[in-house]
C-alpha cells in the first residue's frame, strides 16, 4: 500500500488521484494550515485531521511518496512577484520546507506542482535550486508544463508538474489528449438566482453596447458586438488539420470602459474553455457566463468539476464551507485529471513504480 503525505494538501488532488485509479494507498498525514480547507478535506476522505503550519512540522513517519503544490502567489504573474528565495519569508518560499522534510523521510517519489512562471528568468534559480538539492539528495528530475485542457478538462491551466524519484528509474509525462468537452459541459442545469446580475445592472451593461458611440474600445482584438448588445464570438483557431481547438474567448466584461477592460466580470462564451481559475476573492473574481441572454458567475460546483472533482466530493465539502472559501478552494487546488495521467505513468495498480 502506498503511503502518502500531501503537503499543502488543499482539497486532497493527490488522494483523489489515486482513489480515481483505484491504487491502494494510506494517508499518512496531511499538513494544510488553512482551517476551512482541512474541513473540507475530511468531510471528503472521512479523515479528522487538524490545521498544520509545515514550519513546525518534525514527524518521524514512513513515507512512499510525497505531494505538494506550495504556494504559488508569488512566482504567479498575478502576484506582486516577492519571489521565493529562501529565507525570505515569502509564502513560496515555503517550498524549502518540503525539501527540509524529504531530506528527513527519503520517500520513493516527490510530485511539486506550481506556475509556470517559476520557469521565468526572474523566478528561475529557485526552481533550479530546487532540482539541484534533489538531485544532491539522491533523486532524479523529471519537469514539464502540463495544460489541463489537454487531459480532458475544459480550463486553460498550465502548470510545471515536477516528478522525483530516488535513484536512477526513468519516467515519461503523459501524451495529450484530445479535449471532448467545452465549458458549457460542465455547466449545472439549474443555477439559483443568487449567482446572476440584477436586471438593473444586465440592462445598463446592454444599453452600454447598443450605443454607438459607447462601444468599448478596450475590448480584446477581434472582438465585435452586435446591435441587438450580445456579443460576437472570438474567432477560434483552427487545427492544421482543420479541426476545431478550443479557446478561451472573453465577450467582454461587465466593468469594461472605453479605455480599460477589468478582470473582474469578464464574460466569456461558454462554447470554449474555461480561463485558468484563481482564488476568486472580492468582487466579481469568478468567470461570468452568458445564459438566456442574462450574465451570471461560475457556481462553486461548476468551478470543482474544472478542477476535475465530482459532484459526489462538492457536495460533502458544500456541507461544511461557504461559497467564498469553496470558490478559494477550487482555485488553489491541482487538476485531478492531470494527476490522474500522471500517476498511471508513475505506478501500476499496486502503487509500485512501473
Not at 534559480?125 to 502540463?146: I, P, R, S, W
Not at 478550443?246 to 461558454?270: C, L, N, W
Request: glycine content about 8%; hydrophobic content about 30%.
Amino acid at each position: 500500500m502506498l503511503k502518502v503525505l500531501e503537503l499543502f494538501g488543499g482539497i486532497g488532488a493527490c488522494s483523489n488521484a489515486l482513489k480515481r485509479l483505484n491504487i491502494p494507498f494510506e494517508i499518512v498525514d496531511y499538513v494544510e494550515i488553512d482551517k476551512y480547507t482541512v474541513k473540507s478535506f475530511n468531510a471528503i476522505y472521512g479523515t479528522n485531521f487538524e490545521p498544520q503550519d509545515i514550519t513546525t512540522w518534525d514527524k518521524d513517519i514512513e513515507v512512499d511518496l510525497i505531494m505538494h503544490g506550495s504556494p504559488c502567489q508569488d512566482f504567479s504573474l498575478a502576484g506582486k512577484q516577492a519571489g521565493g528565495d529562501e529565507g525570505s519569508g515569502t509564502r513560496s518560499s515555503l517550498m524549502y520546507e518540503t525539501l527540509r522534510i524529504v531530506e528527513k523521510l527519503r520517500p520513493k517519489y516527490v510530485v511539486w506542482e506550481n506556475v509556470k512562471n517559476v520557469l521565468s528568468e526572474k523566478h528561475r534559480h529557485n526552481f533550479d535550486n530546487y532540482l539541484a538539492k534533489m538531485e544532491c539528495l539522491g533523486y532524479t528530475n523529471y519537469y514539464q508544463v502540463l495544460n489541463a485542457k489537454d487531459y480532458g478538462i475544459p480550463q486553460n491551466r498550465e502548470r510545471v508538474f515536477t516528478v522525483s524519484i530516488l535513484g536512477n528509474e526513468s519516467f515519461e509525462f503523459p501524451p495529450k489528449q484530445e479535449l471532448k468537452l467545452k465549458l458549457k459541459d460542465m455547466l449545472e442545469d439549474e443555477v439559483d438566482e443568487k449567482y446572476y446580475l440584477s436586471d438593473e445592472i444586465t440592462n445598463r451593461i446592454k444599453y452600454k453596447f447598443n450605443n454607438e458611440n459607447d462601444i468599448l474600445g478596450g475590448m480584446q482584438e477581434h472582438q465585435s458586438i452586435k446591435k441587438d448588445g450580445i456579443c460576437t464570438t472570438l474567432t477560434s483557431s483552427m487545427g492544421t488539420g482543420g479541426g476545431y481547438v478550443p479557446m478561451v474567448s472573453r465577450k467582454y466584461g461587465i466593468f469594461d470602459t472605453e479605455k480599460s477592460t477589468h478582470q473582474a466580470g469578464s464574460v466569456y462564451d461558454d462554447n470554449g474553455l474555461s480561463p485558468t481559475l484563481d482564488t476568486m476573492q472580492g468582487g466579481w473574481r469568478q468567470p461570468c457566463i452568458e445564459n438566456n441572454l442574462k450574465i451570471r458567475k461560475l457556481t462553486p460546483k461548476e468551478c470543482w468539476r474544472l478542477m476535475g472533482f465530482d459532484d459526489e466530493d462538492f457536495e460533502k465539502a458544500e456541507q461544511v464551507n461557504s461559497d467564498t472559501q469553496l470558490y478559494k478552494q477550487a482555485g488553489n487546488s491541482i487538476v485531478v485529471n492531470v494527476l490522474v495521467e500522471i500517476f498511471k505513468n508513475l505506478f501500476d495498480k499496486e502503487g509500485e513504480i512501473k
